[in-house]
């Protein structure tokens, strides 16, 4: 029997997001981008601004995997550029992002003493932004696609020297060596870090997604306090494109975060945030 998720007492967790790719949905009229808002104005959420749509890639799995070096085109449209619609709640801890093929809905750490809320919360109101933009925007051929889940961490270290003497310490993967092979260099003046690791998932013999990891020095905006940020997100394509399919996917994805964390941390990291076991997995992990 698989072992109870990770839990921590004190993550250092400052964002969640979670996002579906929606394919098939009609462009954004005004009237249905005003019954959008109009619903979520009922909990607290108003239109801030809008930005230039992002791209959403597809997640794909081929043989002997390489970059593509990509030409510069230059597309010429007869219409407007799309655009994204963000949405935030007065006191700035709430967010949904929606344009015509992506809907994300993000937690952030609005202030020092904020909370992370857990993931069953989290999930329960992605699914409702998630079946109000069905039901707005979507079309005969409406159906949801790539699903990402992120969890941005912010990580204090010590002092300004720590920024390149204590990234060991917050890293499993990175104190497991001794030092340089040749001895030639001294302390690297900034660590940043990439890792891409293949999401598994029972009973299928092809990747469920991709779990990207990146690990770059930081400076807090109070007190310009020196940070490691920990950004990991689990992004693949669900096994039906319906929100029960999303549903699945983003389950397995925010597990593959919560294992990988904790497998890339170490274990005075793990007390200084307080990690416990349970036998349920229902606790305070992340």
């Known amino acids: 029997m698989q072992a109870a998720l990770p839990s921590f007492r004190r993550p250092p967790v400052v964002e969640v997001v979670i996002g579906a790719q929606m394919v098939g949905a009609e462009p954004h009229s005004l009237q249905a981008l005003g019954r959008f808002a109009a619903s979520l104005a009922d909990e607290g959420l108003s239109v801030q601004e809008a930005r230039p749509a992002v791209e959403v890639p597809p997640e794909r799995f081929v043989p002997a995997e390489m970059p593509v070096v990509a030409s510069l085109d230059v597309l010429l449209g007869s219409g407007p550029p799309p655009v994204c619609h963000v949405m935030r709640s007065a006191a700035g801890d709430e967010m949904v992002q929606v344009q015509t093929d992506w809907i994300a809905v993000n937690w952030r750490k609005a202030s020092?003493?904020?909370?992370?809320?857990?993931?069953?919360?989290?999930?329960?109101?992605?699914?409702?932004?998630?079946?109000?933009?069905?039901t707005c925007?979507?079309?005969?051929?409406?159906?949801?696609?790539?699903?990402e889940v992120?969890?941005?961490?912010?990580?204090?270290?010590?002092?300004?020297?720590?920024?390149?003497?204590?990234?060991?310490?917050?890293?499993?993967?990175?104190?497991?060596?001794d030092g340089f092979t040749d001895g030639f260099l001294g302390p690297a003046e900034r660590c940043h870090a990439g890792l891409d690791f293949r999401i598994?998932?029972?009973?299928?013999?092809?990747?469920?997604?991709?779990?990207?990891?990146?690990?770059?020095?930081?400076?807090?905006?109070?007190?310009?306090?020196?940070?490691?940020?920990?950004?990991?997100?689990?992004?693949?394509?669900?096994?039906?494109?319906?929100?029960?399919?999303?549903?699945?996917?983003?389950?397995?994805?925010?597990?593959?975060?919560?294992?990988?964390?904790?497998?890339?941390?170490?274990?005075?990291?793990?007390?200084?945030?307080?990690?416990?076991?349970?036998?349920?997995?229902?606790?305070?992990?992340?």
Request: no cysteine; aromatic share 10%.
């Open 200 to 286: 598994g998932q029972s009973g299928d013999d092809q990747p469920a997604g991709r779990l990207t990891v990146s690990a770059n020095p930081a400076w807090h905006q109070e007190g310009m306090r020196p940070l490691l940020v920990l950004t990991l997100t689990a992004r693949g394509n669900p096994r039906s494109p319906s929100l029960g399919g999303v549903r699945e996917f983003a389950h397995l994805a925010r597990e593959w975060v919560v294992r990988a964390f904790a497998d890339l941390t170490t274990s005075e990291m793990h007390a200084k945030w307080e990690r416990e076991d349970r036998e349920s997995n229902e606790g305070a992990e992340p």
């Open 112 to 134: 020092a003493d904020s909370e992370y809320p857990r993931w069953p919360s989290r999930w329960d109101t992605f699914e409702r932004r998630a079946r109000l933009a069905q």
């Open 150 to 177: 992120t969890y941005l961490n912010h990580i204090e270290l010590d002092d300004a020297t720590a920024l390149h003497s204590q990234p060991a310490r917050v890293l499993s993967f990175l104190a497991a060596g």
């Open 137 to 147: 925007f979507g079309g005969s051929d409406f159906r949801f696609g790539v699903v």
